[in-house]
């Protein structure tokens, strides 16, 4: 455990409505980080604990951050010792930066800031060794990123990415799809789309289903009308186009000539 605190900062004086995207915000440029933990006590301040992937990450973000002036707020940032009441409780709000790899559908991914949005994207074909940092960095090239998140499937590792408006989702597909992504070792060219879920996937089948059998239905009254109206042609009698010939028994000259 004392390595783990030797790589984990304190971070006091926090403003009430501070959020998680804000924090990582504050301190991603120091070292990957593996997990931060936001403690909301019943008074303010708030403060938190952040944990990087090395000690001189943590050494680097206290003599960035200790001091600063956040919000009017002056923050407090030192090394934690004893882990200052770790872990989880009822007021926590927790991000789950877990450091290892996923596997299979469920992901057990990276992920970057929790408070998620309607506009997400879905990047795919990012290599192994893509972190919810790296993807995150390249994403917010194409506007305000407040949530990242690298998993993987059957298909390998992909990434979900929210904005925080609705102009930053369309032109991060439009500018960074089909562009390299790079990290410290490895590269590799994504593809960025509009990500859907299954639900809205499934409306959509069940939608273009109805259309087709609408379709169908429609398409098969036609043909029975068609096929209705050619029998009822075909049935109806022909009219000539010549008068018809009176029966003989029938005709004027045979009546006048029995009269005489």
Known sequence: ?????????????????IRE????????????????ELKIPP?????CFVEFDSTRDAEDAIRGRDGYNFDGCRLRVEL????GGRGPSSSDRRIGYSGGGGG???GGGRFGASRHSEYRVIVRGLPSSASWQDLKDHMRKAGDVCFAEVSRDSEGTFGIVDYTNHDDMKYAIRKLDDTEFRNPWARAYIRVKKYESS???????SRSRSRSERRDRS????RSISRSVSRSRSASPIKSSRPRSRSRSGSPHKARSGSG
């Open 1 to 17: 455990m004392s390595g783990r605190f030797s790589r984990s900062i304190y971070v006091g004086n926090l403003p009430a409505d």
């Open 104 to 106: 299979g559908s469920s």
């Open 21 to 36: 995207c804000e924090i990582e915000d504050l301190f991603y440029k120091y070292g990957r980080i593996l997990d931060i």
């Open 43 to 47: 008074r303010p301040p708030c403060y």
């Open 199 to 205: 639900r809205s996937r499934s409306r959509s089948r």
């Open 219 to 222: 398409k098969s009254l036609e």
């Open 80 to 83: 934690a010792h004893g882990g």
